[in-house]
């Protein structure tokens, strides 16, 4: 069948609690390509706005609803895919019966049940756009008010007519995202205090029993979304806004990405699940005008802690990417990036990471902040194992403020003091960093003690209270360490620390009537291992002379076993499991039993213990694989016993610890010298910059660019520089500074480039987009100057990109090269926010080269260089900017074209994977003018020569 509504307004309209009485109705049209409701409105609407019910590939287009009861656009039976919703506004939207909350401060919700006052339970939760099923394209839509602006519930199986349908990898909760771009939300998620948000990925409604009434709850449910063969894929949210909100995006989903982000005036922006990506991002905490509580503001208390962006605390996988942190205030108790941290029983295993940071006009003590941390950093709770234990891999050096150093940070305890020179305390957020060299790396073992390690309080043996112990069962420390130092560990086994190098293992509880404090008759070590390839933890116990030992390695879900044995010493001591790789091994010298813990997944036959590690954009946090638990039974007979507990017996042996580790990667490394004192003064200004910009950001334009006019340069070329801002510019050093930019993409260098000994070569790229990044520290509203050698085997263009605040900027490079010859780009940009630089071009499956790249900030001059001589094209070009006017059209339909054309999505227009979508906003024209700065070529008459190629 077919339904279009054009220009028709419905008030005062549906009928509570009605079956199929609702303003608007696609009802079981099935695909409905050519049925539509555009240009209309509803108004003081009794039950919903707009319902399409089973019913596929429809349009639903620049529709408003105002003050509307129950689930405003509404996505009936959770099998309605493919349809066009895009340019509707959804505002004062009204949960029906007592707004869905959580009683208390937990992740449970609230739970209704189908009755006559309550059709659909999850009306509780009523919301500006109720999105049963993911894959269709939502955008270009605005929510105000409602329990979410954006609701996406989990439903296992579809409902209502369609309850009977089991479409497996396609059932609802099954599904991704078709697109989801360029929507906001704002004055919403305060029905439930801890976990409402702008964007809602959670909740579940089903029929009870398979056919029965439905039943929804409100909290915390996960999504496993898969393609329809099964394979893993992600949740995108992209060019999306929230504002004035309780938290912005709230995604309890096993995968997601979140691109193109801004939030303002919220109390935590986002809140991610599983494996989650969050990329190119304005965290803006509170908008100038509203900085003391007043006006729109009136909501929040200006003095509640809020924070940017807080990191889970166990078994998840956390990236944040080029992300500007904007006015967090001490005064306020804000906090840029904060950790969960309030368990002893839920511990973090290196599971967080972050690239590209910036902080404008904040104070530096909000960067990071610990909060249970115990009395060392202030507070007044005794420290939990998760604060104790968190860390974050810092990959170049914007969150620890030391730009282009790979750095982890840790917590406050000196268990993140590496007795190797390399790790410094920052007072100003009570913690720890390293250096992070490419021999370290951490890693997270479970040693278990029976009887005491277990995972809840038992029998007396310790005070807890829920998930809180008021009892350690020993410490961890690094070789070299005092026995003061390191980490106390929680009766919940789990400990994440600096790997490949070696830990001591103390067993010591002293808790009313139990005292233990010696070396276990028998431990284990597992089951779960987090471990990247290539690293290991000698892991150390003290035991008496004479001690023997039986020691073995088990695969709980029967694994090939890879092989384990007994060592010398010098083996399980090895430095470097890259190059001189042990395995699992182990080594008893008479007083410290040595067992080198690796993740045995890794050396199975054919196995991959890389398969579960989150990758994105070159940055990396590993994942779990494999289940195995390493097993040692120590006997000593005639040794004095301490005490005896729970089987074991525990040895006494003096509190010792071997020499300090011999980490093979340069160990006693220069001591950090702080540039904190500066980023106070470039961060915090007087007069801070305006709050939200309306509309997303412009991208890259797709108008026409001025094209090289002149011939071949000659003379000298620019060779390795001295005040360049690329690290490693000219590729003497490989790789190192750059990152490959794509998932599949190889970096190499090779020999005889034409500014030395060796240039970048990039392959394996599946798309234009993908190449090669880095992300220099640069000064806001400064012009800079770039330069470089590209190569390709075919004409095609080769250029770089600079991405600044959402948006797209290439300063040189957009027009083609001459295939197989080395030609050199140069451009200018003015930096508007800290860029993330990677260079693209050329299609799909095409390799390019690099050399000679520079960067540098114009009123300087050209950085000192060595000069070679060489022949290349020289272009020149300002940056390409687009002016757009007002829109305005007369569609009856939106027009739809997929093609290398250009995608207009309200007043923001961009070029995405050389395919367009022009979508017509209400009456509108498009009118596009694109300018470019002049193009100056400058030719000298010199020797033709020819650089061989690659």
């Given at each position: ?79 309605e ?38 059709l ?7 919301s ?6 993911s ?34 990898n ?17 004055s ?8 409402g ?17 439905l ?10 979304t ?26 309890w ?13 919220f ?12 990329k ?54 804000d ?15 290196a599971?967080?990471a ?10 530096i ?43 982890i ?89 600096i ?36 690293t ?55 007083q ?159 020999d ?39 190569y ?26 001459p ?56 272009t ?72 061989a190629?690659?």
């Amino acid at each position: 069948g077919q339904g279009r509504f054009s220009g028709v307004e419905a008030e005062n309209m549906g009928q509570l609690n009605v079956l199929a009485r609702y303003p608007f109705h696609l009802h079981a049209l099935g695909d409905a390509s050519h049925s539509y409701i555009q240009d209309c409105s509803t108004v003081n609407s009794h039950f919903r706005g707009v319902t399409i019910h089973a019913t596929n590939a429809a349009r639903l287009s620049r529709h408003v609803a105002y003050n509307v009861k129950g689930n405003c656009y509404y996505l009936e039976d959770g099998v309605e895919e493919r349809n066009i919703i895009d340019f509707n506004l959804a505002a004062f939207v009204h949960p029906i019966k007592k707004p869905a909350d959580d009683g208390g401060g937990g992740q449970g919700g609230d739970s209704a049940n189908e009755a006559g006052d309550l059709l659909v339970p999850s009306d509780i939760a009523a919301s500006g756009f109720y999105i049963s099923n993911s894959y269709n394209e939502v955008y270009g839509n605005a929510a105000s008010g409602g329990w979410s602006g954006f609701a996406f519930p989990n439903m296992p199986r579809p409902t209502g007519i369609s309850r009977d349908q089991n479409n497996g990898n396609r059932n609802p909760l099954r599904r991704p995202t078709l697109r989801f771009s360029h929507n906001s939300a704002h004055s919403t998620g305060f029905y439930w205090e801890t976990h409402g948000s702008a964007m809602y990925v959670g909740a579940w409604l089903e029929h009870q029993n398979g056919n029965g009434p439905l039943w929804y709850n409100s909290g915390r449910h996960s999504r496993d979304t898969v393609t329809p063969d099964g394979q893993q894929t992600f949740m995108d949210f992209e060019h999306c806004k929230v504002f004035l909100t309780n938290k912005g995006i709230a995604h309890w989903g096993d995968r997601s990405r979140i691109i193109n982000f801004e939030a303002h005036d919220f109390k935590i922006s986002a809140m991610l699940f599983g494996q989650a990506y969050m990329k190119n991002g304005l965290v803006n905490i509170r908008t100038p005008g509203n900085r003391e509580g007043n006006g729109q503001q009136d909501w929040l208390d200006v003095d509640i802690d809020r924070c940017g962006f807080q990191y889970y605390d166990t078994w998840t996988q956390i990236i944040l990417n080029q992300i500007t942190f904007k006015n967090f205030r001490e005064a306020h108790g804000d906090s840029c990036i904060r950790s969960l941290d309030h368990s002893d029983s839920e511990t973090p295993q290196a599971i967080n990471a972050a690239k590209g940071l910036a902080f404008v006009d904040t104070d530096i003590s909000t960067v990071f902040k610990l909060e249970r941390c115990g009395p060392d950093c202030g507070s007044n709770e005794i420290s939990t194992m998760t604060t104790r234990i968190y860390s974050i891999y810092d990959y170049d050096g914007t969150l620890v403020q030391r730009p282009g150093v790979r750095s982890i940070l840790g917590s406050n305890t000196k268990w993140w003091n590496v007795p190797d020179g390399s790790c410094q305390y920052q007072a100003q957020w009570k913690c720890y960093h390293c250096e992070w060299p490419d021999n370290r790396e951490q890693a997270y073992i479970e040693p278990r003690l029976s009887g005491v390690s277990e995972e809840q309080c038992f029998g007396g043996l310790g005070r807890c209270q829920g998930d809180r112990a008021f009892y350690s069962v020993g410490r961890m420390r690094h070789f070299g360490q005092s026995p003061n130092e390191g980490v106390r560990l929680a009766p919940w086994s789990g400990v994440t620390g600096i790997a490949n190098t070696g830990w001591l293992w103390r067993p010591k509880v002293e808790d009313g009537n139990v005292n233990i404090n010696g070396a276990p008759s028998k431990f284990s070590v597992g089951r779960l291992i987090v471990m990247p390839k290539d690293t290991f933890v000698v892991l150390a116990v003290r035991y008496p002379a004479g001690t023997t030992f039986n020691v073995w390695l088990h695969a709980e879900y029967g694994e090939p076993i890879p092989n384990f044995s007994q060592k010398s010493k010098a083996a399980v001591l090895t430095p470097n499991e890259k190059t001189n790789p042990q395995g699992p091994c182990w080594h008893w010298d008479g007083q410290y039993f040595y067992l080198r813990v690796v993740n045995p997944s890794c050396y199975r036959q054919g196995g991959d213990c890389n398969s579960r590690d989150l990758v994105q954009d070159g940055i990396r946090v590993p994942g779990q694989l494999g289940s195995y638990i390493y097993h040692v039974q120590a006997n000593c007979n005639g040794c004095g016993v301490q005490s005896s507990y729970g089987g074991v017996n525990y040895y006494s042996v003096p509190d010792t610890s071997p020499p300090a580790f011999n980490t093979g990667g340069g160990g006693n490394l220069p001591q950090i010298t702080p540039v904190l004192t500066q980023f106070r003064d470039q961060c915090t200004v007087t007069n801070p910059t305006q709050g939200p910009t309306q509309g997303p950001t412009s991208g890259p334009t797709g108008g026409p660019t001025q094209g090289p006019t002149g011939g071949p340069t000659a003379g000298p070329t620019q060779g390795p520089t001295v005040g360049n801002l690329f690290t490693n510019g000219g590729f003497e050093s490989g790789t190192s500074g750059w990152s490959a930019f794509g998932e599949g993409v190889s970096l190499s260098t090779r020999d005889n480039g034409p500014e030395g000994s060796k240039y970048l070569w990039v392959s394996g790229r599946t798309d234009a987009w993908m190449g090669v990044a880095q992300s220099p520290r640069l000064q806001v509203g400064t012009e800079y100057s770039i330069r470089c050698q590209v190569y390709a085997q075919q004409s095609t263009p080769v250029y770089p990109t600079f991405q600044m605040n959402g948006g797209w900027t290439q300063p040189a490079g957009t027009d083609a090269i001459p295939a197989n010859r080395w030609t050199q780009i140069e451009g200018r940009i003015t930096i508007t926010a800290q860029p993330e630089i990677f260079f693209e071009g050329p299609p799909a499956n095409v390799p390019f080269g690099l050399d000679g790249c520079v960067l540098w900030k114009t009123a300087d001059g050209f950085p000192t260089v060595a000069t070679t001589t060489t022949t290349t094209t020289t272009t020149t070009k300002a940056p390409t900017t687009t002016t757009k006017a007002p829109t305005t059209t007369t569609e009856a339909q939106t027009t739809r074209t997929v093609a290398q054309t250009t995608r207009t999505v309200g007043q923001t227009t961009r070029t995405v994977a050389q395919t367009t979508r022009t979508v017509a906003q209400t009456t509108a024209t498009v009118a596009t003018t694109a300018t470019a700065a002049p193009t100056t070529t400058t030719t000298t008459a010199a020797p033709t020569t020819t650089t061989a190629a690659p």
